[in-house]
């Protein structure tokens, strides 16, 4: 018997981007984003452990225990932190993640120092057109070029020292959502917090709708993807499928939609599982839930750490398609619920290989073929057969 898709509720899915949105939490500053998503899983009764630094690892139980899946969202934005105070008493920044300074220029920010938190702006360093003209628009674009200017009365490094500031202390850009009434989504830092909603909204619909999920499957929300090291630490269990959830590039050269989820086929660290992706892809179909392929060529996922960090698994990517992504973000809700439902219909989906139970098999009759043998093995250039190439002489007719 096939389980029944449970709908996604969508005021749980809005209240719960619009809170997390609200939470700064650029990679290292995770804390408090931590401790929220952990209250949204006991309300769900859904048990979880914390790692030392504060990956959040979950337990759905299944009626098996063997093969387990993972299925994870990032809780860690991309942000700044202070490079260097100057004698102006303005910040230089680092970038916190892999993002340009274009899309950096003209926020507001808070900045948080040891005792407190400072608002500020991000400004080129020639920011008046009325001082500086033209040279404003000849201004090269680089984190060399931006300046924090600080909304307290400072204009001396030693002034801005005595407010607190300090190297290395977190700078968090505003998100400033918009949910439109044509269901359009703005915001920084839609990545990956549509993707965290999304899953903590399949797995409300999944507990509330009183199905057994087939096997374990282990939430994860982890608070590294951004500087690249995410899951890799975070998969203590035998775990043979892994799912990452996070954005789509809704841009020119891509296939992706605001409009639909995404399986994502490849990124930068190379293809994803055959097997696995094609398994979600027939779920999208079975499901009628609009669904995108696509390829990500300056891309790394939680997935892709997950593989890095030596884990025998197999890996897949759902994204939510959104445009400008790590700007000014925007996606569509008919994405964050397609994203949502393929998500439900995964965790109520059998294995996609039972004997991955097995971390080794000894034998070929279980292991998986990704097209009819025959079929693989035709070949439109064709081969001559091996016995002909050994009994040909060598070139030249007689033996040197």
């Not at 999304?198 to 999920?213: C, F, I, N, P, Y």
Request: include cysteine; hydrophobic fraction near 40%; proline fraction near 6%.
């Amino acid at each position: 018997m096939t389980n029944r898709i449970p709908e996604p509720d969508l005021n749980y899915l809005q209240r719960v981007l619009l809170e997390t949105l609200a939470i700064p939490s650029p990679t290292g500053f995770t804390d408090t984003i931590v401790r929220y998503v952990a209250e949204r899983l006991k309300e769900l009764g859904i048990p979880f452990e914390l790692t030392r630094r504060g990956t959040i690892r979950a337990t759905l139980k299944g009626r098996q225990d063997s093969p387990d899946r993972a299925i994870a969202a990032h809780l860690d934005t991309i942000g700044g932190s202070v490079r260097e105070i100057r004698e102006s008493g303005r910040l230089s920044l680092a970038p916190v993640g892999c993002w340009s300074s274009r899309f950096a220029e003209g926020s507001r920010v808070s900045v948080f120092t040891d005792e407190g938190v400072i608002r500020g702006s991000v400004l080129p360093l020639l920011a008046s057109g009325h001082a500086f003209n033209t040279e404003v628009d000849a201004m090269p674009i680089s984190w060399d070029h931006v300046e924090l200017r600080l909304d307290a009365r400072t204009s001396s490094r030693e002034e801005t020292l005595a407010l607190g500031v300090n190297v290395g202390d977190f700078v968090a850009f505003d998100p400033m959502p918009e949910f439109t009434d044509s269901g359009y989504i703005s915001a920084r830092h839609l990545d990956d917090k549509a993707g965290v909603a999304a899953l903590l909204t399949a797995l409300k619909a999944v507990v509330e709708s009183g199905q057994e999920l087939p096997i374990d499957c282990h939430p994860l929300f982890t608070i590294t993807e951004e500087t690249g090291s995410g899951a890799a630490g975070a998969l203590p269990w035998d775990v043979s499928e892994f799912v990452g959830i996070d954005i789509a590039p809704a841009a020119k050269g891509q296939a992706s939609s605001e409009h639909a989820v995404t399986v994502a086929m490849q990124d930068s660290g190379g293809p994803y599982d055959y097997h696995l992706s094609r398994h979600l892809l027939k779920l999208a179909t079975g499901n009628d839930i609009q669904v995108r392929r696509d390829l990500f060529r300056y891309y790394h996922s939680d997935a892709q750490s997950a593989i890095a960090a030596g884990h025998d698994i197999r890996t897949a990517l759902l994204a939510f398609g959104c445009d400008a992504t790590h700007g000014y973000e925007r996606t569509h809700i008919d994405s964050l619920v397609a994203l949502s439902r393929l998500i439900s219909a995964y965790l109520l989906s059998p294995p996609v290989f039972p004997s991955d139970a097995h971390a080794c098999q000894d034998s070929l009759e279980s292991f998986s073929h990704q097209l009819e043998h025959d079929t693989q093995m035709e070949n439109d250039t064709r081969v001559p057969p091996v016995d002909t190439i050994l009994e040909r002489p060598a070139e030249g007719g007689k033996d040197d």
